[in-house]
């Protein structure tokens, strides 16, 4: 199996992950905030994971939320206002505290290290309270399949599509999206593994977590709860 190393080309910085920090300056925040506040109670604190340049965070002080934000980019985490911010690796934190919220976004869960996705969810795990919630974002195995080449969106003057897709084994794909806004153009390549609903569960249960249920009528956010908290 050929796996691409994350990259990314276009102006500014370009993060480990191969994440355009201009490009995600300009992106509008969606229901994240909405799919919090559905879970975690007013004035809860959440942990929000590869936070970026606070597209959720910013949103989440506002309602007031008390948030700390992790991330491993210095140029991100300098965007970030109002919010706690730590630089690192998700897999190497270790706060020593507990939150009411873990918010894992951007699909990150579907990394093809395999290692490295129990790492994430372990970090998850380590840090959400026993009577708290971590969030997580992911392709369910539907959309997953559903994946080609030129699917996208436009919105706001943004264009966000898939450019390239290459099936390089069994459910694991290299995939390269680009982002347009106005005469700028980025790219972002990535290895996306394929999760089914079982093998999700499973991931979680190793990591000391149990799948509580889907928080999106698509499916894309999950809900996963302490063992230890029943």
């Known amino acids: 199996m050929e796996i691409t190393p ?10 480990p992950d191969g994440s355009p920090v201009e490009f995600y300056k300009l992106v509008p925040v969606g229901a994240e905030p909405d ?11 959440v942990l929000d994971l590869g936070a970026g340049v606070g597209r959720v965070t910013h949103p989440l002080v506002e309602r007031g939320y008390e948030v ?3 991330d ?5 985490l300098a965007e970030v206002r109002g919010a706690e911010t730590v630089r690192s690796r998700i897999q190497d934190l270790r ?12 699909h990150l869960v579907h990394t093809a290290d395999e290692a490295g996705r129990r790492g994430l969810l372990e970090a998850c795990a380590r840090h959400v309270a026993d009577d708290g919630a971590v969030l997580i974002q992911w392709l369910p195995p539907e959309a ?10 436009t919105d706001g003057g943004f264009r966000i599509e ?18 347009r806004h106005g005469e700028h153009e980025w790219t972002q390549s990535f290895t996306s593994r ?16 149990r799948l509580a249920g889907f928080l999106t009528k698509d499916r894309g956010w999950v809900k996963a709860v302490p063992l230890s908290g029943g």
């Open 68 to 70: 700390v934000a992790v």
């Open 35 to 45: 799919i919090v506040a559905g879970v975690v109670p007013a004035g809860g604190s």
């Open 95 to 106: 706060l020593g505290r507990r939150f009411d919220g873990v918010l894992l976004a951007s």
């Open 144 to 153: 997953h399949d559903a994946q080609a080449p030129g699917q996208g969106r």
């Open 162 to 179: 898939l450019a390239a897709l290459e099936r390089v084994a069994p459910g694991v794909v290299n995939a390269t999206m680009r982002y």
């Open 194 to 209: 394929r999760l089914s609903d079982e093998e999700l569960a499973r991931a979680l249960e190793e990591a000391g977590l």
């Open 72 to 76: 491993e980019s210095a140029e991100m």
């Open 6 to 15: 994350n990259s990314g080309t276009g102006s500014g910085p370009i993060t």
